[in-house]
């Protein structure tokens, strides 16, 4: 398994692919939101390995801090000190890109976008100008250019007017689809750079020159618009997510200071606002209902399908759909950090990581690229010598073997599948942190699992207490409601709410993780916690365990009240498991994957929960610490392990699992920060899901692999002891790109099973 990292990949437009592969590309710089440095778009930087020719183009400039890479938004993100900017730029614009400053908004926030209503001046637009221009017309002409020279060529190919007319309609054409490859391919040429730019602009050159000029320009324009089309194709996979940010108003109806409903910028409503929406409306941005009652799609959240109620006091969230009844709303998250904005932010870094096959692909497509060079150039030096070949039809070889030479749909046969299922994985309420995680996520053996919220509801009620001992009941049911007021912890908050008491100063309040609270009272030091430190505290006494035992094999949590002397009274909180619970189980069970419960709970309790869900593996009374020697147990025992929990009490062991699922990931950040997989609609059936998931994903990574190495090789053999034609080579690369960005897609379309 691979160590974990946050960091998040691009995903390699290789039709582009200015793709040398020749020298992977290091990881993209994961910036924080609030990055400093100057942002620049480069409308030409869509592949990694573009990346990687861009970073070595900045090695030599001094004072340079950190770089952060967006090939999705195509912009780059230099920290640096002031005077290093003009190099810097000056490095990229020999390295033949074009750096440009970047709109704002293009970083500084979640997704890069100023909020919903953010610029769309680049959104879709493939400026991308890797050897077709600028522009569809562009290339338009170019193509009815190849096809007159075509034609020039068949009708009148000795006479020498038309051949030089033909020529001279060949290096027009050839200019107007090719003269960004050329740019591009010289720079990489003068820094010894075999990319698809150098190789392209040495074949169609040698083509030219040997009278082949026709066919050099019909192979340039069709190069060209193959590209084209590949880029679209891969956008596509790019912005699946992306657009969701669309379905947020731009406008918001905002409480106003005298009363009135004003319709506000999104971007203008602060902070604490309170917001009206309308049945059949999108919610503008995330909030806390204060007034209403109604049914709210979540689908853009948590792809959950059916509505959820929403009354005073719910969380909704930017981009859901109020269906049925009037909301008033207490904004709490800003028009660019709403909990959607941030999800799409999240899915935007994941496409910048790089996938175990997509590390092994970029290293053999490092080897083969010099590799199929070296036997164009063996082809040209001897087969005249030791065949019946001329020198100019060797020299022809030599030059189909460039074009077969290009790395694009083996390079690209990764990237592209592993965002299509990031982003499929996202419109299922699935956010992977990467393509390590979506492609690992298959090899699971064992996944621990947290007991409350996560196979349980998370919502325990108070179903009985009592007062133990000679203790007064208010002062004891005061002193219990204050200390459990002061808890975020799911039990304490049952214990408050249930006994619904006006609560008392505490002071010195202290949690002790994995036990409970303490903290005096009225100058009286009281503990609230569970048996474990009532035990610990050497109170327990035989009747108390009876009473204990009785609670705990009907599978409550027992939290008892106690002095430093005497146990005060004891609270017994019972929680439902979850209606999924099951059903997510037994998936897990029928793909192989061995589910197992650990909890901070009594044993009793555990393995009585864990008897509903139809698990057969519980264990409980463990602190955090304990939980993490579990998880190595089960690393041990079962091999890859994942663990599942809330992301902060489970922080240990979600780090030491080999993949950490959050669950009630919507509008938590902590969980989002600390798994490795956060699943936004609180469905244990998702963990399943991802690893069927993560299967599909390797299953395509490979047939791409196959495709592209397949035909490759058929026209490698063809181009040496065959007769293959630059045409053929053309189609054969560019058609294996759009035949592997094609089966990627694919997972967009997937369905859940």
Not at 85 to 99: N, S, V
Not at 387 to 398: D, I, R, V
Not at 440 to 447: M, T, Y
Not at 623 to 643: C, F, H, N, W
Request: aromatic letters at 4%; one cysteine or more; proline letters at 4%.
């Amino acid at each position: 398994m691979q160590t974990k990292n946050t960091s998040f990949p691009g995903a390699e437009s290789c039709g582009s692919v200015a793709c040398s592969a020749s020298i992977p590309a290091g990881p993209a710089v994961a910036r924080p939101a609030n990055a400093a440095g100057r942002a620049f778009r480069i409308a030409t930087m869509d592949c990694s390995a573009e990346e990687s020719e861009i970073r070595r183009a900045l090695e030599p400039i001094p004072n340079i801090r950190s770089l952060g890479f967006q090939l999705g938004a195509r912009t780059l993100t230099i920290d640096a000190a002031e005077e290093a900017y003009p190099l810097a730029l000056e490095a990229i614009r020999k390295a033949g890109f074009d750096p440009r400053p970047a709109a704002a908004g293009a970083h500084g926030n979640a997704g890069g976008h100023s909020g919903p209503a953010h610029d769309h001046a680049h959104d879709g637009d493939h400026d991308h100008e890797h050897g077709f221009g600028s522009g569809i017309s562009r290339l338009v002409a170019a193509l009815v250019l190849a096809t007159g020279a075509e034609v020039i060529s068949f009708f009148a190919p000795d006479a020498l007017a038309w051949k030089a007319a033909g020529m001279a309609v060949s290096a027009l054409a050839i200019w107007l689809a090719g003269i960004d490859t050329y740019k591009k391919g010289m720079a990489a040429l003068l820094r010894g750079r075999l990319n698809i730019n150098a190789l392209m602009a040495v074949a169609v050159t040698g083509a030219f020159l040997i009278g082949q000029w026709p066919e050099a320009a019909m192979v340039m324009a069709l190069y060209a618009i193959a590209e084209l089309i590949e880029a679209r194709a891969v956008d596509r996979a790019r912005n699946a997510i992306k657009g969701l940010l669309d379905l947020t108003p731009e406008q918001a109806l905002m409480l106003a200071p005298d009363g009135s409903w004003v319709l506000t910028p999104v971007a203008q409503v602060p902070l604490e606002a309170t917001v009206r929406i309308k049945p059949g409306e999108r919610v503008p941005m995330d909030g806390v209902v204060v007034k209403g009652n109604s049914a709210i799609n979540q689908a853009p959240i948590t792809g959950e399908s059916i509505p959820v109620d929403k009354a005073a006091g719910d969380k909704v969230f930017a981009g859901t759909i109020n269906e049925t009844g009037e909301l008033e709303l207490r904004v709490t998250a800003a028009s660019n950090n709403t909990t959607l904005a941030r999800i799409i932010h999240a899915v935007e870094q994941a496409q910048g990581s790089r996938a175990p096959t997509q590390r092994f692909v970029d290293r053999f497509a490092a080897v083969y690229t010099p590799a199929v060079f070296a036997v164009a150039v063996a082809v040209a030096a001897f087969m005249p010598l030791l065949t019946s070949l001329t020198w100019l039809e060797a020299l022809y070889k030599a030059l189909v073997l460039l074009v077969i030479a290009c790395p694009c749909a083996l390079v690209i046969s990764t990237p592209v599948t592993v965002v299509s299922g990031l982003s499929a994985a996202a419109r299922r309420g699935i956010l992977i942190k990467g393509g390590t995680y979506l492609e690992e996520a298959r090899l699971l053996k064992a996944v621990a699992l947290d007991k409350t919220g996560t196979v349980t509801e998370g919502k325990p009620k108070l179903v009985d207490w009592r007062v133990w001992g000679d203790a007064e009941e208010e002062p004891t049911r005061e002193a219990a409601a204050s200390l459990a007021d002061r808890s975020d912890h799911p039990v304490s908050r049952a214990i408050a709410s249930g006994l619904d008491l006006d609560v008392a100063a505490v002071h010195d309040f202290t949690a002790l993780p994995g036990r409970g609270v303490q903290g005096v009272i009225r100058d009286r030091n009281l503990l609230l916690g569970n048996h474990r430190l009532v035990h610990e505290s050497g109170l327990c006494t035989p009747e108390l365990e009876l009473e204990l035992a009785r609670h705990e094999q009907q599978g409550r949590t027992v939290t008892l009240l106690a002095d430093a002397t005497h146990v005060l009274a004891l609270f017994a909180v019972a929680d439902t498991i979850r209606e999924t619970s099951r059903q997510a189980i037994a998936d897990l069970k029928a793909i192989g994957v061995t589910p197992v419960m650990l909890t901070g709970d009594n044993n009793a309790t555990a393995h009585a929960i864990a008897a509903q869900a139809g698990i057969d593996d519980a264990r409980g009374d463990l602190l955090p610490e304990a939980k993490l020697e579990a998880i190595k147990d089960m690393q041990q025992r079962y091999g890859v392990t994942g663990m599942t929990g809330d992301g902060i009490n489970d922080a240990p062991a979600l780090a030491q699992a080999d993949i950490g699922f959050a669950m009630g990931g919507a509008g938590t950040d902590t969980a989002m920060e600390a798994a490795d997989v956060v699943i936004m609609n609180d469905n244990l059936e998702q963990i399943a899901e991802t690893v069927r998931l993560s299967q599909r994903t390797h299953s395509i990574l490979w047939q791409n692999i196959a495709l592209a190495l397949g035909i490759k090789s058929i026209f490698l053999v063809l181009a040496v002891f065959g007769s293959a034609t630059m045409w053929m080579a053309v189609f054969a690369d560019m058609g294996a790109s759009l035949l592997v960005v094609g089966n990627g897609l694919r997972l967009l379309r997937a369905k859940n099973r």
